[in-house]
Antibody, heavy 123, light 107 residues
């Protein structure tokens, strides 16, 4: 079964840090670009960060640039998101997502989503 | 950044009727549009990519059309499992962007 499973969410105070993990299985992880997409309570979907197949290229939304760091360990089929200097507006469900890998690298639909992990930033 | 505008925000439909959802892009995105369904408390699920190609396992009651700036998702003969949120996404240009969503509710 192809799946991605996130972990590491929780409640943290403003200014604090969390590290999210996402373990992939059932497919060749190193064949795909992978993303973090978040969804604030009652809101829509917003991409946060992405990383290419071998980890040499990363991108970040302006709202998290300089505070978040994405990385991957292809040997362990795992994606990470290190989140520092957390703010209340970072409160959301964080999904790890795989792109299909059918079209242009990094420009493709998302065919596999994890179940999400909730991050709450509150004092 | 390409802005996607979905309409209507909420669509009230009776079971068995057809639902038609719209997604308009602020500039051409060719046919590089995907549609996702999201039920409460669940992750989104890919329905359509390439504007009109059904993803694996998606019912043939679901169809997509359009190119350029205007796109439509049609769900025929709505079943209970179809009442959910629907998001369009463009992946023609970086950054990838999502629409704000259309909620399909029971009339």
């Amino acid at each position: 079964e192809v799946k991605m499973v996130e972990s590491g969410g929780g409640i943290v105070r403003p200014g604090g840090s969390l590290r999210l993990s996402c373990e992939a299985s059932g497919f060749i992880f190193s064949d795909h670009w992978v993303y973090w997409v978040r969804q604030a309570p009652g809101k829509g979907l917003v991409w946060v960060s992405r990383i290419n197949n071998d980890g040499s290229l990363t991108n970040y939304a302006d709202s998290v640039k300089g505070r978040f760091a994405i990385s991957r360990d292809n040997a362990k089929n795992t994606l990470f998101l290190q989140m520092n200097s957390l703010r209340a507006e970072d409160t959301a469900v964080y999904f790890c997502v795989r792109d299909q890998g059918l079209g242009n690298p990094g420009l493709d639909a998302f065919d596999i989503w994890g179940q999400g992990t909730m991050v709450t930033v509150s004092s | 950044e390409i802005v996607l505008t979905q309409s209507p925000a909420t669509l009230s439909v009776s079971p068995g009727e057809r639902a038609t959802l719209s997604c308009r892009a602020s500039q051409s995105v060719s046919n590089n549009v995907a549609w996702y369904q999201q039920k409460l408390g669940q992750a989104p699920r890919l329905l359509i990519y390439g504007a009109s190609i059904r993803a694996t396992g998606i019912s043939d009651r679901v169809s997509g059309s359009g190119s350029g700036t205007e796109f439509t998702l049609t769900i025929g003969s709505l079943q209970s499992e179809d009442f959910a949120m629907y998001y369009c996404q463009q992946y023609n240009n970086w950054p990838l962007t999502f629409g704000e969503g259309t909620k399909v509710e029971i009339k």
